[in-house]
């Protein structure tokens, strides 16, 4: 099985996922052995998660993760008891529910974005505060195919947002290549605006 972690804003939980499928919860103490303080059923292989950026131990509310697997939709999780606070379905041309392979928390934690489909080349954008299939418009489009010449090449791996200029860098698989695009200019036009675009070679960016 193979595991990633990663810290809550303040250092206080971490989660720990793996392809079995349940992503753990574990609150840090100075221990030889980890064992997790709370388990999630993510319904099959965990691909992404983020922690709410600001999460405090010490206020219940802010305590919660988004995380999707394999084949479903995007779930904020309470971390305190595992429960499914909102779902957030992104649904591709076909109108058919499509599971992105990562997302974040962007805007100061306001929105979700999510990328990584395997029929459209879209950046789902929604807002936390309303769950279901509604998201922001118009989305942000990559290029039509991914391996058309008239914009991103690959299959989205990686994503990481920049707060204070409002950019995100989009990394892909194969043809690896990572584009920066800017968050605020999306709304004037359906095609982000390419700030960097390095072509590297390899598998992929994470």
């Not at 459209?120 to 039509?144: I, N």
């Amino acid at each position: 099985t193979r595991y990633w972690r990663d810290w809550s804003s303040d250092v206080c939980s971490s989660d720990l996922a793996g392809s079995d499928q349940t992503p753990e919860t574990n609150k840090e103490k100075i221990t030889k052995r980890w064992n997790p303080e709370l388990t999630c059923n993510g319904g099959d292989a965990v691909r992404c998660y983020d922690w709410y950026p600001h999460m405090n131990s010490g206020n219940p509310a802010t305590c919660c993760f988004a995380a999707v697997s394999r084949d479903g939709p995007v779930h904020l999780w309470d971390a305190y008891d595992g429960s499914v606070r909102a779902t957030y379905c992104p649904y591709n041309g076909l109108d058919e529910m499509e599971s992105p392979s990562t997302v974040m928390f962007v805007d100061n934690g306001s929105k979700l974005l999510t990328a990584g489909y395997r029929t459209d080349r879209l950046l789902h954008v929604f807002d936390v505060s309303r769950p279901g299939r509604y998201h922001e418009e118009p989305l942000l489009r990559l290029g039509k195919t991914r391996r058309s010449d008239d914009g991103q090449k690959g299959l989205v791996s990686a994503l990481a947002y920049w707060e204070t200029s409002g950019v995100i860098a989009v990394g892909t698989y194969s043809p690896g290549s990572i584009y920066l695009y800017d968050l605020r200019s999306y709304s004037r036009c359906p095609e982000a605006e390419v700030v960097v675009s390095p072509s590297f070679g390899g598998s992929g960016r994470t």
